[in-house]
């Protein structure tokens, strides 16, 4: 009786090593992750989500530094012959004259008293985003720290954009109410066109002047 062909086993191939140069460069970058967090991480482990909360706390931070340092500016313009205000910039402030004359439109801008009770919720947008929303009427960027919305906006989406998307959707709604007010524009002089030819012309049924009129809008 012949022997039974023992079963066959499986070969497992060992784990096959990482190329060099791929391996050589993860630990470049594992070495050069953890040079940033201990230059910069305070002894605690990268966590997205806490970098993130504090990133956005230090933004808030700096855009209120900017406005108090936008008030200063401002009592050094009113208090300073304008050379000497403008050697202090440059030379003890290192800041250009455009540079100060934002800071100190933005300190007039949001500290207004119709804005200042506001600024907690909007001071989160950070000083780049206050720039792009500064030419926003008072009451419109009152409404968006209140819950409403600014060019469709509301302050959670304003604070998730970026400032070139926060930028363009400004500029687009700019350019929507302009077309708009030419729209208007157009039709009061429509109005005023035929107002002006109806004194003229013969009396005509009032049925046929106001179809005229509603023709314009």
Do not use: W
């Amino acid at each position: 009786m012949g022997r039974k062909a023992l079963p066959m086993t499986a070969e497992i191939a060992p784990e096959q090593p990482l190329a060099p140069d791929l391996m050589n460069n993860l630990n470049a970058l594992a070495e050069h992750q953890q040079a940033i967090m201990d230059k910069y991480g305070e002894g605690l482990p990268y966590e997205r989500e806490r970098i993130v909360h504090e990133a956005r706390f230090y933004m808030a931070q700096s855009a209120e530094a900017m406005l108090e340092a936008g008030k200063r500016l401002i009592i050094l313009k009113e208090n300073e012959p304008y050379g000497e205000f403008t050697k202090i910039l440059t030379e003890q402030l290192a800041l250009t004259n455009g540079t100060a004359h934002r800071m100190m439109q933005a300190s007039i801008k949001y500290l207004s008293p119709r804005l200042q009770s506001e600024l907690p919720s909007l001071v989160k947008l950070g000083k780049t985003k206050l720039y792009e929303l500064m030419l926003e009427d008072d009451e419109d960027l009152a409404e968006l720290a209140e819950g409403g919305t600014i060019a469709g906006l509301t302050l959670d989406e304003v604070d998730r954009m970026s400032v070139r998307e926060l930028k363009a959707k400004l500029r687009e709604t700019e350019k929507m109410l302009e077309a708009s007010h030419d729209r208007v524009r157009e039709k009061e002089e429509k109005i005023n066109k035929l107002s002006d030819k109806l004194i003229l012309d013969q009396p005509r049924p009032l049925e046929a002047v106001a179809k005229e009129v509603v023709s314009c809008f």
